[in-house]
């Protein structure tokens, strides 16, 4: 059995780590090298970094900054942020990143997950979904959560894995910031109808949450920010309780 995995997520704006509230209301939470090294030394077991402000200001992710993360931790690391091309996907490889995420470039042109996972392979491409429930379904948001479409979030995951996305990071912005708990519901329908694992992200506020997401939604790995970034929570502990409560974690 595949043990679950703990996520801490980078967001980075002007070169800082930041973090916000139903994706507002944005405020600073440290040094993004600082913060890596920490989450890797504590033993977290992914590292998820994305340059929030990329797609929507038509730039490039960090490339710099990404190189210096790279170099301070031991652990995988994912990057998001303004990737479009299979040009942008080689430049965060050579520098350091092991996997990329993609999300609104991906969504707007859909055949760019065909054309990464054939020239990367499944396992690089982690597909990235802002969702909000509304009118009574989890809806597909673009540009950082700006942007609403007509998009069913379970709709466009399921056609990104069949495209050859290996990964699904979803995040609901109904969640995100609130520590009220991770969305159980559409975590859960993508968990268990699609064959990749799914990262649950959006609302991480307790310990119970993390056993919620993991034994409620079968999900397979949590990612969460503010809590770690503000030592609200930190991730010796998480991991303990966790495998006190019978969840399957690494150590």
Request: negative net charge.
């Amino acid at each position: 059995m595949l043990t679950k995995r703990i996520i801490p997520c980078l967001d980075i704006k002007d070169g800082r780590t930041v973090k916000g509230v139903n994706f507002e209301n944005i405020r600073d939470a440290g040094d993004p090298i600082e913060l890596g090294a920490l989450y890797a030394q504590q033993g977290a077991d992914e590292l998820v970094f994305l340059d929030i402000t990329a797609t929507n200001e038509r730039r490039k992710t960090l490339s710099d900054l990404v190189r210096q993360i790279a170099r301070h931790v031991n652990i995988p690391f994912t990057v998001g942020g303004g990737i479009s091309s299979v040009e942008d996907v080689s430049v965060l490889l050579q520098n350091g990143a092991d996997k990329i995420s993609v999300n609104t470039s991906a969504f707007k042109r859909p055949e760019l997950v065909d054309e990464l996972a054939r020239e990367f392979g499944s396992q690089c491409v982690v597909l990235a979904i802002d969702t909000r429930f509304e009118d009574g379904d989890w809806y597909v948001y673009l540009n950082g959560g700006r942007v609403k479409t007509d998009v069913k979030c379970y709709d466009w995951a399921k056609e990104a894995v069949n495209r050859g996305a290996g990964e699904i990071l979803l995040t609901s912005m109904n969640n995100d910031g609130t520590k009220q708990g991770f969305a159980l519901d559409i975590t859960g329908k993508l968990s268990q109808h699609l064959n990749v694992p799914v990262i649950a992200s959006g609302g991480a506020g307790t310990m119970d949450h993390f056993v919620d997401v993991f034994e409620k939604a079968q999900a397979d790995a949590a990612l969460a920010a503010s809590i770690f970034h503000y030592k609200e929570i930190e991730i010796p502990e998480l991991k303990t309780y966790l495998y006190q409560k019978g969840v399957n974690i690494r150590f």
